[in-house]
C-alpha cells in the first residue's frame, strides 16, 4: 500500500528555519513527481514546491521563493521541504503528495487535481 508519512513540524520563532520530511512506503517512488502544500486554518489549501521524478525540474510559489527548498532521496524514498526565514504567514499544516509520471521524468506538476496521494500532514506554527 502506497503511503506518505509527512514529519518535522513543530512551533518556531519568525526567521527560524524547519525541515520538514515526507516518508513514502510502498515502491517505485522514483517514479513519482512530489508536491508540498499547505492549508491554514479558514483557507483552501495551496501549492508550496514541487519536483519532477527526475529532480532536475523544481518550481515554487512566489510566496516561498528564496526561502523554501524541495529535495528528494530514491534510496531513502523521502522528500523533504527545508523551510528558511519563516514568517508567521507561513503557519500552516503541511502536507505531501505524489503523483506517478510514468515517463514525463522532468513534468513538475503543480495542482492539487493532479496529484493521487497525499499524507495526513504535519502542523507548522511560527509565533513569537
Not at 506517478?100 to 500532514?121: E, L, V, Y
Request: charged letters at 20%; one cysteine or more.
Amino acid at each position: 500500500q502506497f503511503q506518505l508519512v509527512e514529519s518535522g513540524g513543530g512551533l518556531v520563532q519568525p526567521g527560524g528555519s524547519l525541515r520538514l520530511t515526507c516518508a513514502i512506503s510502498g515502491g517505485g517512488f522514483g517514479f513519482y513527481a512530489i508536491g508540498w502544500f499547505r492549508q491554514a486554518p479558514g483557507q483552501e489549501r495551496q501549492g508550496v514546491a514541487y519536483m519532477s521524478s527526475s529532480g532536475a525540474s523544481t518550481k515554487y510559489e512566489d510566496s516561498v521563493k528564496g526561502r523554501f527548498t524541495i529535495s528528494r532521496d530514491n534510496d531513502k524514498e523521502s522528500a523533504y521541504l527545508q523551510m528558511n526565514s519563516l514568517k508567521p504567514e507561513d503557519t500552516a499544516v503541511y502536507y505531501c503528495a505524489t503523483r506517478h509520471a510514468g515517463s514525463m521524468w522532468d513534468w513538475a506538476p503543480s495542482s492539487p487535481k493532479d496529484f493521487d496521494h497525499w499524507g495526513r500532514g504535519t502542523q507548522v506554527t511560527v509565533s513569537s
